[in-house]
């Protein structure tokens, strides 16, 4: 009460009457003066031809602005017309500051987001997904730190010991970096995958005998949807420890097959069977033929062995140019008299080889 009664001593109403007037004009004045600023940017960069870089970062950080950033500064002014006890100038100052302090993370927290969509909107195409991966986690921590070190300044405006704080914080950090190390690798390990990209959302990916297309690659795990329908949850750790096939990043196809004759092919259907094959393969589109051999005398036929490229990464397209290979091979084949090798035994019996005779009892 005796501040209450200091206060209505030593200010008058007239001095109550301006420093209200004072507070609620700055209040509206920043308020319009935020939206006027805001719509000039808007305008300006909706109707300019290129991108405005400078008016969407001014939009930005207008939108960021609160509306508690004008009230802060209205009642700041508002006690420059009153006289006020040393505490409660203490007070109104550290709030101040405070609200100040918050509103400043606030704009940082934007700047930081523009500042990111800008470096990773550009880019090479196909690696949408890589960048929106690398930025929304970058985004994250970068806002930990941000809020991390707001608070802190905030306290130590407040009048707390924040040395005495951050150094009880580094111990108990140690512990709980102790008892959350599994996390904290993973966090590390999520890092690295952001960094590195071995593989990006969207991406079809082996790991072992598992396999799938990312969904969602967070600060712990990486989800993959499975092709059954599933979906597999790995920790970030495991992965960067595991082999990964990245079959997104395929930019051909290698493709290898075997067919096999019967032993009683004459040698001139022989000689013809390599040039079949390649005339199959060349008759596709996006192949590119490396080569077809008569590779070995297999157990039941002689085996030839074709390579050849499928020119794009994509698997129906590398089912369908096969498909039709082997349909053109079929129809070759049938032509020329030429018979494909079935699994077959062959068991010759000597002539003149006669079944013992069974034992019988008592002799």
Known sequence: MTIYRQLIAENSAENWLAALLAAV?????????????LRRATLTATTTATDNIFSNFLIEVLSATRIFLAIAVGLYVA?????????????????FIALMLLQSGLWVRRCLDFWLR?????????EEGARAMTRSLLSFLGRVVLWALVGLLILDNMGLNVTTLVTSLGIGGIAVALAAQSILTDLFASLAIAIDKPFVIGDFIIVDDLMGTVEHVGLKTTRIRSLSGEQIVFS???LLKSRIRNYKRMQERRAVFV???????PPAQLEIVQQLIEQAILAQVQTRFDRAHFRSFGPSSLDFEAVYYVLTPDYNLYMDIQHAINLQLVRAFSDRGISFALPTRTLHLAE???LARPLTTGE
Do not use: W
């Open 25 to 37: 004009a700055f209040v509206v004045v920043l308020h319009q003066l935020q939206r006027i600023m």
């Open 79 to 95: 006690t420059h017309f009153l006289t006020l006890p040393s505490t409660v100038e203490t007070y109104v100052n550290r709030i």
């Open 118 to 126: 800008q470096r990773f909107s550009q880019g090479e195409e196909g």
């Open 236 to 238: 970030n750790t495991d």
């Open 259 to 265: 067919i096999g004759v019967v032993y009683d092919t």
């Open 352 to 354: 003149g080889l006669q």
